[in-house]
């Protein structure tokens, strides 16, 4: 029933979201949609709520550049999924609403998190310069984000490094030791 | 109505606009909306055609990295306003419909079609390397989109400043003429 609620707001939106294409979509009885989720924002929520850091783990494998390719390439497939397009068309129209821009900020605090724990270590190993985490992470996903919502082609590994050598050389450039 | 439309779309997404919500809130009768607009699609292809290039202007000063923050500082204004915000709600949902997806290419071949005259003459004059006009403008445009709809404050022109250094050191050190 998730996914099916995922897929269903990933096309229309979460104003189009309605119980009873949820039902048909999983194949359940509508009941069954309405007992589990009294409410429409719970649902929407739990929609979202399994597609956090685990989607685009973020390894240390010594080198924070290839590792950050890694990390990219696993977001743009995640992004590209029905749960990722859905939580884009939350985002857009969460400002609005504050239930759901508290789902999508734990969302955002979750992979955060994760960005910030690795890029820490690679400051402290000399591998970038001093800098803030939520800065390189918009650098890095935002691109991906709007590469994967046009649309036109698939985000490829060779994008990945593509982008992640432009942020990080442009960092280290800008940003001094 | 078409302002009214784009706020609507902002809030609840393409699945949720509704024709009496915007007879409503642009304060007509009902009957004028489906008069003007019998097609959906055609109403909301309307209330985001006008969101084109004009909306962010691009000026050649004879500075690239100048002339890019002014870009960006217009651009994220541009984003942050209702039909900025329609726009990004259609284009998340945009995949599964292809005339929704035309009007989203159009708004964003006006954009990048301004971009790329300007960066043509930043490359003849050497102040950049030879570089794809469409890659310069998803890794400017794209940590734009992602501040502007996680919406935590506004963007500055200091985070303009911040995001076109990155981009242009990124990409001068690691693009060759």
């Known amino acids: 029933m998730l996914e ?22 999983a ?3 509508k009941t069954s949609v309405y007992r589990n989720w009294p409410d429409r924002n ?3 929520a739990d929609a979202l709520a399994t597609f956090g850091a685990d989607v685009a ?7 924070i550049d290839a590792d950050l390719v890694d990390f990219l390439e696993a977001l743009a497939a995640a992004t590209a999924s029905p749960q990722g397009r859905a939580l884009l068309t939350v985002v857009a129209s969460a400002r609005e609403n504050p239930e759901l821009r508290a789902v999508v900020d734990e ?15 690679a ?31 698939t985000f490829t590994r060779a994008d990945a490094a593509r982008v992640t050598g432009v942020v990080l050389a442009g960092i280290r450039a800008t940003h001094r030791t």
Chains 1, 2 share one sequence.
Request: a negative charge.
């Open 42 to 44: 719970a649902l929407i």
């Open 4 to 25: 099916a609620a995922a897929e269903l707001i990933a096309r229309d939106g979460i104003g189009g979201l309605r119980y009873d294409q949820v039902a048909e979509l």
């Open 27 to 29: 194949e359940v009885n």
């Open 57 to 63: 783990p973020l390894h240390d494998s010594g080198d």
């Open 123 to 153: 400051i402290e190993r000399g591998e970038l310069p001093p800098v803030e985490t939520s800065f390189v992470a918009e650098m890095l996903a935002g691109p991906v984000q709007l590469f994967v919502t046009r649309g036109a082609r």
């Open 107 to 121: 969302v955002y605090e979750r992979r955060l998190g994760t960005l910030d724990d690795r890029l820490k270590i």
